[in-house]
């Protein structure tokens, strides 16, 4: 489980990562993670385990964190804030969702054929 506090370059703003539980931080109420753009900060959920969560809470955990940094590197190149809106394209959870999940998978492609 990540629970370390980190930061992240996105286009050059040092965004701060941090992992909370929900009772620690009432804005997780609901989300598993957020982005603040006004404090350069990520929040993800720490998650608990129970009955009705997953089994690997790590990859839940992560998979969090790409969407926050997704987020990130939509509101730092402009586009979060031109695409109105405010559920436009840029903004939109399913999109956002779309490119943390298919990322890796996206990245792995690139590797096999010395795209990077």
């Known amino acids: ?4 506090p980190t930061k992240v370059n996105v286009m050059g703003t040092e965004i701060r990562v941090e992992f909370r539980k929900e009772a ?3 804005k997780l109420k609901g989300l ?3 982005y ?3 404090e350069n900060l990520i929040v993800v959920k720490i998650f608990e385990p129970d009955a ?3 089994g690997n809470l790590e990859v839940l955990q ?6 926050e940094i997704i987020h990130a590197f939509l509101f730092e190149s402009g586009v979060e804030a031109c695409s109105n809106p405010p ?4 903004t939109n959870e399913e999109m956002v969702d779309w490119f943390a999940i298919q990322s890796p998978k996206i990245f792995k492609a ?7």
Not at 1 to 4: G, P
Not at 87 to 90: E, F, I, K, R, V
Not at 110 to 116: D, L, N, P, T, W
């Open 1 to 4: 489980m990540l629970t370390k």
């Open 24 to 26: 620690e931080d009432p």
């Open 32 to 34: 598993s993670g957020y």
């Open 36 to 38: 603040d753009c006004t």
């Open 52 to 54: 009705y969560a997953l």
């Open 62 to 67: 992560k998979g969090c964190l790409r969407h």
């Open 87 to 90: 559920d436009a394209w840029a």
């Open 110 to 116: 690139f590797q096999e054929v010395g795209a990077f």
